[in-house]
């Protein structure tokens, strides 16, 4: 039995959160900036920079979820900084498990702009960031959208923001928000693919079928769609048998805010056209497209199946496979221990170095 | 000194003895895994077991005639499913004094324990699966109001059918009648995996039969509640649920409902599930200061074919 200490380095994305996959278990985590330090590495050029993060340390025995000991700098001088001691009462550093279910504060929204996406207001600051998934609810006159998650593809603004939920056919309501994950990683059901939402699918050809919650998908990947009939367009779910259609994926864009599937074998364009039902039809299912296994891509129309001739060998974007992770998750903001916009993780592009100690027998 | 020599003059040298006799722990019914098609994959052949299914062909309704030419072939085609296995384990560093000191056998307990929480990680797994995987539909005929509304008999109703027409197999045979007061028969059936919670709503429902009405419980799961029309309800307090995922933020119950074959349950040649103990002399060798033991295992749970598993979700009737 031995003490472990584990390192490693990154470089973040601008404000935006990063989670590394730990393992083992955390006793200590403790994180430089190194580019804000002044430092080069990692193809990030070191400049010393004031009021910034520069140093954190957490031990989630001793510390809130969330929070950081942290150290800033003070007013560059010449080549040097002093460092100010302190804490990050936000968006610091938070242990993560994917098996374990966790939400965010509830809040309220106060109205929505029905259209093909939907912007909400809230009547309180959001906190959401683009690529975290929320879930609708409580929604006074327009309850067809109770229970649904969705991807946040916007910020307008600290109270605004937006989801490729089509509510043409929707009033405007007050209802509840809250955070249950985030694109980057798994929920609690831990298993990849997942079964996701139809936001809307286009009368097309190629049909184009978008997704309320972004998850990656591949070419080749075989699915089926399972819409109640209140939403239209049966010509996807059945045959003149009964049987359930399956369909291969041609094209993809994973993008957030994007989050679309292309059926190149697929003409939509005298199909009844699918749309969310209004609350007169509440309540009703979900229309959802379902993971159903690995195609050949030899068959698909614009697409070069590779490797010749056997177009199937490659395709795993739909093997089962679980994902789930733990590790530790840290926050993003402006790069300073502001309580009300600060974060460890600032809006710069910076290099980092980070060290966790696994104690083998913690004494207190 | 004189007077009586009381416990308070003379207690005992030891007040307690343990009993030898340990407490039952909570053990939860693992319903999850009971449907799972097993299927064993080789050691030194990938991570990825990739599975095929052939699709059918039309049928030839048409006659031949009394021609030559032939009829047009139709082309042999397939689904191929894969799944990716991963390793799980967890362990005990058990002290030796902790064995020394102790008036039970730790060690017994400790095994005991670790069979446990290899059980219920591969239960969990499996449900976790069926979560993101099995394909949803809401229970809508319940009175509650809420979407998924509580569980009715129209919605077990719906339920099947779907697995039916997409011709899922039922997991279950008949229970015929027989001539016994308060008994009835039971239909061939699909077992519905839930929630313990969902109990007093399923004893609420119009037609519902207690295990205890069937005319036949000679083979009966410990789990197992009553049935549905064509669905027989197992239970356990590890069921399903997602939570504040209703139109009205309350619970949702995932009742998966899966047809014969609808998912494997994919192992490791020889590492379904190993129990690994290392004692003192290795995993402490200089002073022999601890031991451990702790159990692997490389597995995934895969769904084979969408359309004969379902998730059947609902939300409570009656309130906890």
Redo the contacts between chains.
Sequence with gaps: MSCQILTGSFVNVASTPKFIPITAQINEFRLWNLTRSGVTSQGIAGSLTSDRIVEAFFNPNLMGSGTALIKQNGTVAGVLAPLNNGVAAINGMSLFDSSIYAQGPTIAIASFVPGTTTVFTTGAAHGFRVGDNVRIGNMTSAPEMGGLVMTVTAVGSPTTFTTLFDSTNSLTSVGSVFKVGNINVQNQSLYYPQWRAIASISLANPMVVTLLVQQNYQIGDKVRFQIPTVFGMQQLVSGPNGLPIEFTVSAVNNAVGTQTVTFANVDSTAYTAFAWAAAANYPYGLPVMVPQGEGNTNNLLGVVPTPLPYANQNILGFATQNTGQRGILIGAGDGTNSATTGGIIGSTVDAWAWECISSSQTYY | MSGPTTTSILPPAVQQQLSMKLLARPMPDLIHTTMGYPITMDQQAGD?L?RR?YQNLLTAPVPLGNGIVDPPAQQL?A??????I?WYGTYL?LQEQVMLINEDPVLNSAVSTLGQSLRETED??AR??M????????C?SGTNG????NISPLDCSKAVRLLR???AQFIQDIIEGENKFGTAPVRTAFFGLGHTNLSADLDQMLGFINVANYANNSNLLQAEWGSVRNIRFLLSSVGSIT???????QD?YNIFLPGQESYDMVDLDGYSAQFIYAPPEI??PRLRL?QTAGWKMAQ????TN??WIVNLRCTLGVAI
Excluded: H, K
């Excluded at chain 2, 939570?243 to 933020?249: C, G, I």
């Design positions: 990825i990739r299914r085609t689904l191929d499913i894969d799944a990716r991963d560093i969990q797994l976790s699966m979560e993101g995987g099995a394909p949803p539909i809401n809508t809420d979407n998924p509304s027409t997409a011709n939570p504040n995922a209703s139109a009205n933020l949702v995993a402490s601890y995934v749970f895969n769904i969408t359309s």
